[in-house]
């Protein structure tokens, strides 16, 4: 049997690494493949044996990874490891043939999340994602208010419409929110202008006033990440040119206190 | 019988604004849910309780408002104080069974625009955005003149049309507005050339006009923030330098001046 | 009758200015309301009388502009100039009932564009729109080559489809500039995918190519404004910097000879 | 016969790339015109004779390029001269009877792909637009992998769907893709909703997140392209003045040495 330093060693290896990439990237394959009949149904038992030897080896790969910890908590502290847990312990369950086998297969596709754990440069930018969301949260609630006056606006004189898009508040807010991508906005405006011809005047308005907190949201976040880059950047070489003119009026200062001296000999 | 300071102590407290903000959101939801019939019919006793309640909140709270002021008048001096009381009187009136009854109902919505008033950052997020406005409003007259000449041309040529949309002026422009939004604006051409078969000519150019002068009123407010930000930051700094500069070369100017009097001596 | 001076006064008075601006207004208001025949049509006279006045009122105005010019020729130096006086002649010629009656009335609208002239910013923004043009020039000249090959391959392929989008080499650029609308470009997909299934990639591919080539337009267009920014403000500021330090690295040269005069002494 | 020398000279010179140019740009005119039958059929043999007249000349200039290197090999080290050699080599191969006789016709049109190599500015836009795709891989590895989910996840529950649009993994993608340019994604979500009616979760989730990433890669460009020119430019001025400030450093420096040895006197 391995040691622990033989399991440390594996661990800390860039090959096994590596191949746990390779796993995740193979199966990803395997698993579109095999949405498609003609190729997967005659092979029905190598998708059966892929499945198997991928929930095996993640097994074994999550055994490794909690065996060469020192204390078996510090695995837990990496939320990114309470997620690997996580799937490969629920892929785990015998829930083939219970009422749950439906979502068992589905959490099989988290598996290719993984790979978002093998590349740091993914990481960065989902963290970069992540910390753009602080300067939009309030454009954001703003957008949820306007989505809010429009939907009960709408539901209350549209209610009535055949094609029940203003049937109800939530149904209101998906009407509104496809008004917002331009989706065919025109058909819902034109079956609302038969009820009331000035029913135009509430699209238009929405569509304006949407498409311009939208558009000042894109701004917002763009200046926000500049001021960033201008403090990190620019701000470090002023303030070194700084200190070298606060070093330079220090020795004038000697200077002309030495001058000072030189006339009163 | 409460007395004026305890009023004023309440209506400074936190969990006065709070509670205020607690029951617009309740209110809000209350309405969504309101729209929802097979869950708000069974309930029609709750929700018309809910509105009174709501009602009478209101109008104890601009009571007590008001009251604490030292002299009516200046409530009345903020804008939003102005547009809370008037949502609150309005919503008051006895218009139920009056021909304005949908109308006062429809006012209680903008109760929820109250939300507004209750988080900083949104009064400051729409100040931004008012603050947006005239850097955009020269490009907004040069969109309406592009506008205006399209839809008087477009009403010239294809006002004949089986679909009505050149029938008059404002048709057309809202037609227009439709062509921006690229929504189906290509069965708005291809109607249009079966007729003329150079009315390709007509769109794809408004298309690109009107696409070019709304990109450059983009680039135009991105330009304006930046600005805005330049002479704030770096600003700041590059101008303490230049002070620090200044001192140098007063200090430089005082030591040449000294060494003149040595020299002579 | 009026002496020179009297006409060269008014012609630089500012109510004549405005009242040509509020002219060509009330006109474009006018011919708006024309194009509702529900509005216009009982009231032929008065649009007729109202064409006849604008008519007489822009040859006036022009005729005073030109003999307020010391001399005619300079009158015609300013293309705004020469535009107006194009547009006042046209209207006078007697095409009603010619074959150019159509031309003729569609003339009228140019009127319009007057607008422009009145109002300096949008004279600005202009200039603005027409100084971003040779940033993209290049960049439409790629797109025009991609649209090229696209519209040459789409014609090569797709010319026999019922829908006859691919008929010739102009239908074909027209299809695919609605593809980069992604006005309904499924259906040109699914159309196309019926005979080649690999149809996908032709589409997906040049929306791929098309959009990035857009997309970078765009931010060459931003960052060459931010660049111009650049250099007209901060430059300013650290070229004025620059000269004080270049004031001083002289003051402490002679300083520095001065001394040495001294120690020779 | 021509000597080498005067071969060379013809290459070098500047009529020789214009006359190259204008014979592509006649080309793809020609081509352009081909296409629409009205006007080509009855010229069958005069468009005959510009496909032989290019295909020679193209040969002959590329015989020249050829002979005027030094060594042959030369020749061959830019990308763009063995893109040339190849177009030319293709079109000369007699396959117009054989089954490749379409590929060869087709192979024509990216002889007007050598218009990008005739202005030297759209060799540098393509230069940039290569330069732009590693600001952006990694985004598009993270976009690649929400499609794979949302792919995956949508193939298992709408597959059965009529429309066919979620039959297999790939069509899933382009149905994803779809989706993305917004068109008639609702046509898609209210099929799903008839199955599912949660399905609008799915659809809402993916537009919001997609566009979010995406929206973040566009911030990201801009803000790289940023950083490149901060660093350029203004850095450039700022290092201009930073010597000048060490230069001064240094001479106050030797001043004040100066100044203790007159003192030491």
């Not at 003609?38 to 993640?58: C, H, K, Q, R, W």
């Not at 993984?114 to 300067?135: C, F, Q, T, V």
């Amino acid at each position: 049997m391995l040691s622990k330093e033989k399991i440390i060693k594996i661990r800390k290896s860039s090959w096994f690494s590596n191949l746990t990439t390779g796993i995740i990237l193979f199966y990803a394959i395997a698993l579109g493949f095999k949405t498609i009949h003609e190729i997967a149904d005659p092979y029905g038992t190598l998708f059966y044996s892929i499945d198997m030897f991928v929930t095996v080896y993640f097994l074994v790969e999550i055994l490794i990874k909690l065996y060469s910890e020192k204390n078996i908590k510090d695995f837990f502290k990496s939320g990114w490891n309470v997620f690997d847990f996580i799937i490969v312990i629920i892929t785990l369950l015998p829930l083939e043939n219970s009422s749950f086998a439906a979502i068992a297969r589905l959490m099989r596709i988290f598996r290719v999340l993984r790979l978002l754990n093998s590349r740091p440069e993914l990481k960065k930018i989902i963290d970069m994602l992540i910390g753009a969301i602080p300067a939009i949260v309030d454009i954001v609630i703003l957008m949820f208010i306007i989505f809010y006056i429009y939907a009960i606006v709408g539901n209350f004189f549209f209610e009535e419409l055949k094609s029940g898009l203003w049937k109800d508040f939530l149904t209101a807010m998906l009407t509104l929110f496809r008004v917002l991508t331009f989706e065919d906005w025109t058909d819902v405006m034109y079956e609302a202008m038969e009820l009331y011809s000035w029913a135009w005047l509430y699209f238009v308005s929405f569509v304006i006033i949407a498409a311009f907190v939208f558009f000042n949201l894109f701004v917002a976040v763009i200046i926000d990440e500049m001021q960033k880059i201008n403090s990190e950047q620019t701000d470090e070489q002023l303030s070194r040119e700084e200190d070298k003119i606060d070093l330079l009026l220090e020795k004038v200062t000697q200077l002309q206190e030495e001058i000072q001296e030189l006339k009163k000999r």
